[in-house]
């Protein structure tokens, strides 16, 4: 869509912004001069809006522009890295509710995706919704056995109007990319983008269903945590059928402790829960807020239930391990590891100091740990712990920002639970727990043996490329930069990388034959695969450099 066919809508927006008294932040942003001929004809805002706070009237100006607005405010709430804390608190409690549409039309929606009449497909269908979202509402049914289900059913013309949106969307990103100041650390297009991803996610409702699979069956044998069932033969791109449940929202105090059950048990439970999905499983509940996870008050036993798969989140396995390990540092107060461990990552750039980023990891941190850990929001200290590390040129993909915010919805719900929970004492032995299990020894064999097919395939072809190499090398065609003048030091890591690469191809050799023993010939049991096992071991150990 050309910028001329978009001007009248941006008008519109940039006319909402200045009835919210949002000139401010126009401004500041340089975002839309215009603004300032047509400020003089706007009507003056309520006295009830004007005294209102900055992030309150950004909420409600979202409200007016319309559903897409509503949910674009949705994710950019989760980008605290990006915009102010009071702004994105209030961004995160816009609610994604709009009028209905006809139950007729749902109707007609589902029996187009499934390619049956209605009735064919489910016993009963409500036409009367239960719930209503800018991009689906959802509908009580029953299949023919009897089972009791809901149905999420797309809006029509949904896809054309996001599309429209989407479209603005990115006009303003592109004039914030042009005068905001802040516009290379920012990168406004690349947020227009993650909420374009976000939405077109949410506009195939099969991808939630496969969401809602992959979670019900990594907690599949537990009783604290219940998925709805999804029904793949009554489901589509546009229409999701999901086994129905019943509970109360897990902020809804009065109905839990009416039912009996032990709140404090049910926040470190809680608790529990989240880093499983994070660290355990690496696929967790993005959008965790309390209208999203309910409570099953029907037994004395409770769980929580969870909704909503559509936006989910998980870490590449390397940030899931760095993460893991900070934490872990976090929880001993070991501020050095905590440094270390970000350059390490590769979340900061090398040439930052380890004793200066030590130094304001221990600043943010110590006044924390003068109060009771019951009082200290981990999720506070982490937030905290970013801002300052952005002052070291701190890089974080926008999934471990999605963690910090699931982090702070997750805590949220546990205080309002247990306001007393300390966090620290339930989330710290989990963690190692499950840090434990996933990098054990008996684990890496697993991987091992799982991985040794790919290697056997590979390995006819090391040779070749060991030798393409080596030509290369020898025929001066291999380019080595140095980014460092300091030859003595150069001269020194050479001679230790040369002394680690050999140790590794030695200990790479021998763990490698004792795996391929012990995976053909089992038989001769596990004496001298691990006899094999254990030289690698200690040519790995012998070969790593001492001292810097």
């Known amino acids: 869509m050309t910028p001329l066919r978009l001007a009248p809508r941006l008008l519109r927006v940039a006319s909402v912004l200045l009835r919210y008294r949002l ?11 215009p603004l300032k001929l047509i400020r003089a004809v706007l009507p003056r805002a309520r006295a009830d809006v004007r005294d209102l706070p900055r992030g309150a009237r950004l909420r409600m100006a979202m409200n007016e522009l319309g559903p897409i607005f509503v949910k674009a405010g949705q994710v950019l709430s989760t980008r605290r890295d990006l915009i102010p804390e009071d702004i994105a608190d209030e961004l995160a409690s816009l609610q994604d509710q709009v009028p209905p549409f006809p139950g007729t039309e749902a109707r007609a929606i589902v029996e187009a995706s499934l390619g049956h009449p209605i009735t064919e497909r489910f016993a009963r269908f409500d036409e009367e919704p239960l719930a209503s979202a800018s991009i689906a509402q959802v509908h009580a049914a029953e299949l023919h056995d009897g089972t009791s289900v809901v149905v999420k059913v797309l809006r029509p013309g949904i896809d054309q109007r ?36 976000t939405l077109e996610n949410e506009l195939d409702l099969q991808r939630e269903g496969a969401n809602a699979s992959l979670l019900g069956r990594n907690f599949e044998h537990s009783s604290e945590l219940k998925v709805p069932v999804v029904y793949w033969d009554h489901s589509s791109a546009r229409v999701l059928t999901l086994e129905r449940v019943h509970g109360v929202p897990a902020d809804d105090v009065d109905a839990i402790e009416a039912a009996g059950i032990d709140r404090r048990a049910l926040a470190a439970m809680g608790v529990r829960l989240f880093y499983e999905q994070v660290f355990r499983d690496n696929f967790f509940h993005a959008d965790a807020h309390p209208g999203n996870i309910w409570v099953d008050i029907s037994s004395h036993e409770p769980r929580f239930i969870a909704l909503d798969f559509g936006i989910m989140g998980s870490l590449p396995e390397a940030d899931q391990y760095w993460l893991a390990e900070n934490f872990i540092a976090l929880f001993e107060r070991d501020y050095r590891r905590i440094a270390e461990l970000h350059l390490a990552a590769g979340w900061m750039p090398r040439h930052v100091r380890v004793d ?82 996933r990098y054990s020894p008996r684990r890496a064999l697993h991987t091992l043996r799982r991985r040794l097919p790919e290697w056997l395939h590979a390995a006819p072809r090391m040779p070749d490329l060991a030798r393409e190499m080596l030509e290369q ?49 089992p038989q001769h049991g596990p004496w001298i695969p691990g006899i094999a096992a254990g030289l690698g071991l200690l040519a790995f150990v012998l070969s790593w450099p001492r001292g810097r």
């Not at 905001?180 to 909420?195: G, S, T």
């Not at 309002?416 to 963690?431: F, G, K, N, R, T």
């Not at 890591?493 to 002394?499: D, G, L, N």
Request: net charge neutral; charged share 25%; proline share 4%.
């Open 162 to 197: 996001i599309r429209r949106d989407v479209d603005l969307l990115h006009a303003l990103g592109e004039l914030a990319q042009r005068w905001h100041p802040n516009a290379d650390k920012i990168r406004p297009l690349d947020v227009v983008a993650e909420i374009e991803k």
């Open 356 to 437: 200066e980023l030590e130094a304001a990891v221990r600043t943010v941190c110590e006044p924390y740990f003068t109060r009771p850990l019951s009082q200290i929001s981990l999720a506070e200290v982490v937030a905290k712990l970013f801002n300052t590390a952005r002052r070291f040129e701190l890089t974080l993909q926008p999934q471990l920002i999605l963690l910090q915010k699931t982090l702070l919805n997750i805590e949220g719900v546990g205080r309002m639970l247990d306001p007393e929970i300390d966090i620290w004492s339930v989330a710290h032995p989990v963690l190692k727990r499950i840090l434990r299990e």
């Open 23 to 33: 000139d401010e932040l126009v401004d500041a942003a340089h975002l839309f001069r």
């Open 473 to 521: 090398s020898v025929a001066g065609q291999t380019r080595v930069h140095f980014a460092s003048e300091d030859l003595q030091r150069l001269h020194v890591e050479a001679r230790r990388s040369r002394r680690l690469l050999a140790g590794g191809l030695i200990g790479a050799t021998l763990v490698f034959s004792a795996a391929l023993v012990w995976s053909l010939a």
